[in-house]
C-alpha cells in the first residue's frame, strides 16, 4: 500500500506558498531602500542574467580568474553539449568530484567533494541560484530531492578556502546550479528526446525579459520504464515533473533608484519503481538487470516545492545590497522492501538477505517460495526557510578592491511518520499485505535553527590578492521523539534532546598573477559539518589546505591543484542508503588525512576560418585521492567496523579520469567521451583492492553527434554506455545494482 494523501494535504502546497509569501512580504517591508546605480564586472556567460542577479544567484559571478581557490564553472553550451539528465555524468568533467552511481538514471546522486563522504551528497553545500535547496540543509541534507540538471543553464563548483561564504558544511566544497534566466528578449526553445528503455525528455521554456517586467515558464519532464528486468514483469522506472515560473521587475534606466525584484516558483512531482533492493554476486553475474519479484511494490512518491524572492539594490558608491527570502518543502513516501521472514517468522534484513549465504528467505524473496516480505513506508516531510542578505563594495582604497558581508536566519525541520507492511507473497507475487498503523515504526520531529554571518575582504598589490575571511555558525538542532506507542502523539512518550553549537571558521587564499593568463594561488580555511541533535556528538572540523595553478587562453586552458585536510571528529551517518538501520543518526569517528591533485584542460585545434572550417577539441580532467583514517576505533557502521590507523576509507575512487574528443566540421559535430573509475572499497581496510569487494570500477564511453539543419534547429544523437559495460555500480545497502547499460537516442532541439 502507498501512502495516500489526505484532502489537508493536498491543500499542502497552497499553504507552502502562503506561508513563503508571508514570511517573504514581513522581510522586504522592513528594507530601506536607498540607491544610484548598478556597475560591476560580470562576465559573459551569464550574459542573458542583469548584472545585479548575477552577484546573487552565482558563487562566482562568472568569473574564473580573480579568485584565489579552486572554482570550476560548466556553461550553458557545455551543458548543452553533455544534454544529459544524469548528474553524474554532468559533474564527473570537474575534478575533485567523487561520485557513486545508484539507480543508472540519476535520480538519488551521491556526490562528494574532495574525500569528503559522497552519501546522498549530504556532506557537500547544495544550491540553486544561490540558495540551499537540499531537502533540509542542516537537519537532514540528504539529497533525497536533487534539482532537475536538464533545466539548468550552468553549474558552479567552489573548494578551498573560496568556500568560506557557503556554510554549513565547509569540509568539502559548494555545488551551485543555475536555473534557466529569464532572457533578455522574447524567446524560447524546445527540447525532445526519446530513446531505449522507453526513455522520453521533454523540455520547454519560453520567456521575455525586454521591458519592465520580464517573465518566464519552463517544464521540464523526464520519464522512463526502465533497464531492469523484474520478475514477474513490471516497470522499473520513472517519471518526474519540473515546472517553473519567474517574474522580475527592474527599474527603469532613469530611476534615481536602481533595483531589481524577482519571483521564482517551482514544483517537482515524481514517481519511481525504485528499490534497495539489489541481486546476489552469483545472481549478479548471470543476470546483471535481474530485479527480485519481492521488490515488485517499491515505490518512491516525492514532491518538492520552492519559492525564491530576490531584491537587489545599489548603495553608491561601489556599495550593492543583495537579499533573498525562501522557501522549500520536500514530501516523500519511499514505500520498499526491508526484510524476509520464511514460514517459522524468522525475519531476515535485506542488507543480510543479499550479501550472506542462500536461505529460505532468499529463496522466499526470488519469488520461488512462500513467506512474508515486509515493506516499509519511509514517509517524511522536509522544510527549510528563511532569510539572507549581502552586502559588498568593490572599488580602490589603500590596495581594497572588494569586501563582502553576509548574514543569514535559517531553520529547517524533518517529520518522520512511518510504518511497515507485511506482504504474503506466493507464486512469485505479493498477493495481500497486514498493513501496519503509521506512525508506528518511527514518530518524531527534527528542527534545526541557524544563525550564519561571514566577511571576506580583497586586498590587492601589484599581481599579488590576498582574500581573507571569517565564517560563524551557531546551530541548534532538537529532535522530539514519539516513540512507536504513540502514533496520535499525546505525548506520553515523549523524549526529547538539544545539541547547540557556535563556531568560528576562518580562511585565507593568496593569489599570484603570472604573465599570459597564468594565476597561481594558494589557501588554507577551517572546514565544519554540523554535529546533528544528539549531545554526544561532537562538531566535525578539518584544517584544508590547497595550492595550484589555472591558466587560460584563447584555444586552451586548465588547471592544476594539490590539496590536502585533516579531520577530526568524522561524521558518520546511519542512513539506509549507506547499509545502516535508516534512523538518520549521526554520530563521530576518528581522525583522517585526505590529499590528493586534481587536473583538467583542454586543447582546440582549428583548422580554416570559414563556417565550413573543421575544429578538434581535447578535455580531459583527473582526480586523485587518497582518504585515510589516522586512528583506530570500532563502530556499529558497517562501512567502517573495526577501523585500523592507516585504513582507507570505502565508497572512495582513488583514481578518476575522463576525456573527451570533440570534431566540428560546418553544421555537423560530434563528441566521444570516456571515464575511468577505479574501483572503489565496501568496507574500510588497507588490502589490496584485488582482495576485498569492490564497485564502481568501469571504463565507460559515451558518443554524440549533432547536425545544425538551421540556425535555430538542431538534431542529435547519443549512446550512453557505448561499449555495453556491465559493472557494479554500487553493493549498498543491499546486493549488487548495476550501471546504466547501452542507450541509444535520439532528439530535436528548437530555438524560436
Not at 551543458?79 to 545508484?102: F, K, M, S
Amino acid at each position: 500500500m502507498v501512502y495516500a494523501k489526505s484532502s489537508a494535504e493536498l491543500c499542502s502546497g497552497y499553504r507552502f506558498y502562503m506561508r513563503f509569501f508571508s514570511l517573504a512580504l514581513s522581510f522586504f517591508l522592513a528594507l530601506s531602500i536607498s540607491a544610484q546605480s548598478v556597475s560591476g564586472d560580470s562576465i559573459a556567460i551569464f550574459s542573458d542574467l542583469p548584472e545585479a542577479l548575477v552577484e546573487v544567484v552565482s558563487m562566482t559571478g562568472g568569473r574564473l580568474n580573480g579568485i584565489p581557490g579552486s572554482v570550476h564553472i560548466l556553461s550553458p553550451k557545455q551543458l548543452e553539449r553533455y544534454a544529459d539528465t544524469d548528474i553524474h555524468r554532468v559533474l564527473r568533467w570537474i575534478p575533485g568530484v567523487n561520485l557513486q552511481e545508484e539507480d543508472g538514471f540519476g535520480l538519488r546522486p551521491n556526490i562528494g567533494l574532495r574525500g569528503s563522504g559522497s552519501e546522498r551528497s549530504s556532506r557537500i553545500n547544495l544550491m540553486e541560484d544561490g540558495v540551499l535547496i537540499a531537502p533540509a540543509p542542516y537537519t537532514a541534507p540528504s539529497a533525497y530531492y536533487f534539482p532537475t540538471v536538464g533545466r539548468m543553464s550552468g553549474v558552479e563548483v567552489v573548494k578551498g578556502s573560496s568556500q568560506i561564504a557557503y556554510g554549513p558544511n565547509t569540509v568539502g566544497g559548494a555545488v551551485n546550479l543555475l536555473s534557466t534566466p529569464i532572457p533578455v528578449e522574447f524567446e524560447g526553445a524546445v527540447t525532445a528526446r526519446a530513446g531505449a528503455f522507453g526513455m522520453r525528455r521533454m523540455h520547454v521554456h519560453v520567456g521575455d525579459g525586454s521591458g519592465q517586467l520580464g517573465w518566464l515558464v519552463e517544464a521540464h519532464r523526464v520519464s522512463a520504464d526502465g533497464f531492469k528486468e523484474l520478475d514477474g514483469g513490471g516497470s522499473t522506472g520513472f517519471d518526474k515533473w519540473d515546472v517553473l515560473g519567474k517574474l522580475r521587475w527592474m527599474s527603469t534606466a532613469d530611476a534615481k533608484v536602481d533595483q531589481l525584484l524577482e519571483l521564482k516558483l517551482g514544483l517537482v512531482d515524481e514517481l519511481s519503481h525504485e528499490t534497495y533492493a539489489g541481486l546476489t554476486a552469483p545472481d549478479f553475474e548471470a543476470t546483471p538487470l535481474r530485479r527480485y519479484a519481492g521488490s515488485q511494490k517499491d515505490l518512491m512518491d516525492a514532491n518538492q516545492r520552492q519559492a525564491v524572492l530576490t531584491h537587489t539594490v545599489n548603495l553608491g558608491a561601489g556599495w550593492k545590497w543583495m537579499s533573498q527570502a525562501y522557501a522549500t518543502q520536500f514530501n516523500r513516501n519511499w514505500y520498499k522492501s526491508d526484510r524476509v521472514a520464511d514460514s517459522t517468522g524468522a525475519w531476515v534484513k535485506l542488507g543480510a538477505l543479499l550479501s550472506g549465504p542462500a536461505t529460505s528467505q532468499l529463496d522466499i524473496f526470488r519469488g520461488e517460495g512462500e513467506g512474508l516480505v515486509r515493506l516499509k513506508a519511509n514517509n517524511r516531510s522536509y522544510f527549510s526557510r528563511g532569510v539572507q542578505s549581502r552586502v559588498s563594495w568593490g572599488g580602490d582604497w589603500n590596495g581594497w578592491s572588494r569586501l563582502e558581508l553576509g548574514a543569514r536566519r535559517h531553520i529547517d525541520g524533518l517529520d518522520r511518520f512511518q510504518w511497515t507492511d507485511d506482504w504474503h507473497i506466493q507464486d512469485g507475487a505479493l498477493t495481500w499485505a497486514e498493513y501496519g498503523t503509521p506512525g508506528t515504526e518511527s514518530n518524531r520531529l527534527e528542527d534545526t535553527r541557524a544563525w550564519a554571518g561571514y566577511a571576506r575582504a580583497q586586498w590587492d598589490m601589484g599581481r599579488w590578492s590576498v582574500m581573507p575571511g571569517l565564517r560563524v555558525e551557531s546551530v541548534a538542532a532538537s529532535r522530539s521523539d514519539y516513540g512507536k506507542q504513540d502514533p496520535d502523539r499525546w505525548g506520553t512518550d515523549l523524549s526529547e534532546r538539544l545539541n547547540q553549537v557556535i563556531v568560528a571558521l576562518p580562511g585565507v587564499g593568496l593569489q599570484y598573477a603570472l604573465n599570459n593568463g597564468v594565476e597561481t594561488f594558494v589557501g588554507v580555511h577551517r572546514g565544519f559539518a554540523a554535529p546533528g541533535s544528539s549531545p554526544d556528538t561532537q562538531p566535525e572540523f578539518a584544517v584544508n589546505a590547497e595550492g595550484g595553478v589555472r591558466w587560460s587562453g584563447t584555444r586552451t586552458g586548465g588547471s592544476a591543484v594539490g590539496f590536502a585536510h585533516f579531520g577530526r571528529n568524522l561524521i558518520g551517518s546511519d542512513f539506509a542508503s549507506s547499509g545502516g538501520t535508516g534512523s538518520g543518526e549521526l554520530f563521530n569517528g576518528g581522525t583522517t588525512t585526505v590529499q590528493g591533485l586534481e587536473l583538467d584542460g583542454h586543447v582546440a585545434l582549428v583548422v580554416g576560418d570559414s563556417p565550413e572550417g573543421c575544429a578538434l577539441e581535447l578535455q580531459w580532467a583527473y582526480t586523485f585521492t587518497d582518504a585515510r583514517f589516522t586512528s583506530s576505533f570500532s563502530s556499529d557502521f558497517d562501512a567502517w567496523g573495526d577501523v585500523e590507523a592507516g585504513d582507507f576509507l570505502p565508497y572512495l575512487s582513488r583514481h578518476q579520469f575522463t576525456t573527451r574528443l570533440g570534431w566540428t566540421h560546418g553544421r555537423l559535430a560530434s563528441d566521444v567521451s570516456a571515464r575511468w573509475t577505479e574501483g572503489m572499497r565496501t568496507i574500510a581496510g588497507s588490502e589490496h583492492l584485488s582482495e576485498v569487494e569492490t564497485v564502481g570500477e568501469a571504463l565507460v564511453a559515451d558518443a554524440a553527434i549533432r547536425y545544425q539543419i538551421s540556425e535555430s534547429m538542431r538534431l542529435e544523437l547519443g549512446v550512453l554506455n557505448l561499449m555495453n559495460q556491465v559493472y557494479k555500480a554500487a553493493a549498498r545497502p543491499a546486493g549488487l545494482r548495476p550501471g546504466l547499460p547501452r542507450t541509444l537516442s535520439v532528439g530535436c532541439h528548437l530555438d524560436f
